[in-house]
């Protein structure tokens, strides 16, 4: 391809990607100057719609000049594509690279809203602990190794250490690293299987779908297990490397010793990760021992096994747990609970799924709705990723199945291999794990998927009849509109909001200084109450506790505003919030505590408030006069 051809065409590329830098930074410039005044239910609507319409702009001009071609050459062929549609030329490369940059940006100012807005923190229950923990260790009451999962507490510290940001922001900031970590490995994995630049971009707009995000055990909160889940792809993208890696040069290879290193990150992020990793690579390793029997000179035989890699995060994990018992207590449990529902019949999960699902009619909603607001981007890639793994299988004389069978066969063994592992999980009574299990098999989707829609485009545009067609033609526009509404459906639940009945995770000035103040000046003989174990968790987040805070009680729902003074034998400070009362009240729609209990709470005979502020209450009750 000549350069005259592919000039007439850069200009308006050039131009759109101007636009859509300029976008970006007036949009960051827009959420940064309307901060969050209190706590806000939600994200997405307390948000400026300036925000929400640069964002479309931009992403929308990064989906155009990735996937739409440019200005066609007199021949029918897109004149900023080589004409072999294996190779892009290096003008249409560039344009393509800026376009993920200007998708990675628009996805960053996404991922960063809590900050740019200026939210205090942004995470309740378990965040708030591991603000705790991070708060301990930066103060030198306790060391990272008395911890199970030190990773993101030390993280945050270091960040903490270095920038000279809050404590709160520092944790803030490392959950974006982690999201950061998973949009630039999933491209690179891909890339090292497939070496042709459209299979990058296909994955980079891949991983902006955030598929592991689900908000049901895996969120966008400093959550240990979501930031290990997502660091996770840069250890798959070690592993692709390692399998390439020239075994003659030297015993150990550097990408070998990355990976190796990589694990022990892993472990320290999150130990109950690596169990599932175990699964996961002791079933590729079995692939890979099953396939030199069966081909000794297939594409399998000719990689790297995976063997000592397999046996180091074995040693790993049983080295690292051999110190914390807690994670032998919690494999006896699931696996008691599985037990159980073999021999005994129990269908605590199924009565799990009842209840929510009774919780979800109360106020409205349902199963079936809840279920497509969340997953329905990670069904499509599913059955994206499940057809190429059957293709795989069963197809045979293809060169361009060949080439990436080995990795389709691993990834779709570590599906299965982490099937019965859901299964184990689903069947303990009160659990949700098995969606952290479900989180990590979303990262092999993901890859999967990524290759699947590769595979067909390349399927598509190879064919001389499809070469020639306005409708799709090599550069397939249609993936644009496909991942836009992909995009607009999966980034509509990745923070918990209204739309999918929880309220947003945001913890507002107001609601830190109020605990603060309730720890400071509280007499110390009378304990706190709260809702649904808010006051333990800021108990930790305030005081660093070592160990869970857990002696502070929730009032029934039954009680609040009734009959406080009775359900307690001893004097109790009450504590109330905004982020309490916008849950339960429109969150949730008044399943548990409705809006005439929180108002009756002031009336109630021998119950006192002692501490107000606009979104903090705090109350005293006292349990002799209410005798009264």
């Given amino acids: 391809m000549s350069s005259q051809s592919a000039a007439p065409d850069d200009p308006f590329r050039k131009l759109a990607l101007a636009i859509g830098f300029l976008t970006v930074a007036v949009t960051a410039f827009l959420a940064h100057e309307s901060p ?100 301990a260790i930066a103060e030198g009451t306790i060391v990272p190794f008395d911890l199970y999962y030190p990773g993101i507490h030390t993280v945050t510290v270091l960040v903490n250490a270095v920038l000279g940001t809050s404590l709160e922001h520092s944790l803030m900031l490392t959950v974006f690293l982690s999201l950061v970590v998973f949009w630039v490995f999933v491209p690179l994995c891909i890339g090292t299987v497939v070496s042709d630049r459209r299979a990058v971009v296909i994955a980079t707009f891949s991983s902006f779908l955030l598929l592991p995000i689900t908000t049901i055990s895996m969120f966008m909160t400093a959550h240990a297990m979501s930031q290990a889940v997502l660091f996770s792809a840069l250890l798959f993208y070690l592993f692709v490397k390692y399998l390439r890696a020239d075994r003659t040069l030297a015993s150990i290879s550097a990408v070998g010793i990355a990976l190796a290193v990589t694990s022990i990150a892993t472990v320290v992020y999150h130990p109950q990760l690596v169990a599932h990793l175990i699964v996961v690579f002791l079933g590729i390793s079995l692939v890979q021992f099953l396939a030199r029997r069966i081909a000794a000179t297939g594409r399998i035989a000719s990689q790297t096994p995976m063997y000592g890699q397999s046996l180091f995060l074995v040693a790993l994990f049983l080295v690292w747990t051999s110190n914390h018992g807690f994670f032998g207590g919690i494999i006896d449990h699931f696996l008691g609970s599985a037990v159980e529902f073999i021999l005994a019949g129990s269908n605590t999960a199924g009565d799990s799924v009842a209840t929510q699902g009774a919780s979800l009619g109360a106020i409205g909603g349902s199963l079936v709705e809840i279920f497509l607001k969340l997953f329905l981007p990670q069904l499509v890639f599913s059955i994206l990723a499940g057809g190429l793994i059957l293709v795989a299988v069963f197809v045979r004389g293809s060169d361009w199945l060949a080439r990436i069978r080995p990795e389709t066969l691993y990834f779709g063994a570590a599906l299965v291999g982490l099937v019965p592992l859901f299964g184990i999980y689903f069947l303990a009574p009160d659990s949700t794990m098995y969606f952290r299990v479900f989180g990590l098999m979303m990262v092999f989707v993901t890859l999967l998927g990524a290759l699947a829609i590769y595979g067909l485009c390349s399927r598509f545009s190879g064919a001389s009849r499809w070469r020639q067609s306005r409708f799709v033609p090599s550069g397939q526009p249609l993936l644009a509109v496909g991942f836009a509404l992909l995009l607009l459906l999966s980034l509509a639940a990745v923070f918990s909001s209204p739309y999918t009945y929880t309220p947003t995770a945001h913890v507002s000035d107001q609601d830190i200084q109020g605990y603060e103040t309730t720890f400071d000046d509280r007499d110390a003989e009378v304990d706190l109450v709260g809702l649904r174990n808010g006051p333990n968790r800021f108990d930790d987040a305030v005081n660093g506790n070592a160990e869970r805070m857990r002696v502070h009680r929730d009032v029934p729902e039954s009680t609040l505003g009734r009959n406080l003074t009775e359900e307690f034998e001893e004097d109790r400070y009450l504590v109330l919030t905004q982020y309490d009362y916008d849950r339960e009240v429109i969150a949730y729609g008044e399943l548990r505590y409705s809006d005439a209990q929180f108002s009756a709470v002031e009336n109630e005979r021998g119950v006192s408030r002692i501490h107000s502020t606009d979104e903090f209450e705090r109350y005293y009750v006292d349990t002799e006069m209410g005798d009264t």
């Fill in 36 to 135: 969050a005044a209190g706590y806000e239910l939600s994200i997405y609507t307390m948000t400026p719609d300036q925000v929400w319409v640069g964002l479309l702009v931009a992403m929308s001009i990064a989906l155009a000049v990735a996937f739409v071609p440019g200005r066609r050459s007199g021949d029918g062929n897109d004149a900023t594509n080589g004409n072999d549609g294996d190779e892009p030329s290096r003008g249409l490369f560039t344009s393509r690279l800026l376009a993920l940059g200007l998708g990675g940006l628009a996805m960053t100012v996404f991922a960063a809203l809590p900050i740019i807005r200026g939210y205090r923190f942004f995470g309740h229950h378990d965040a708030l602990t591991h603000l705790g923990w991070a708060r």
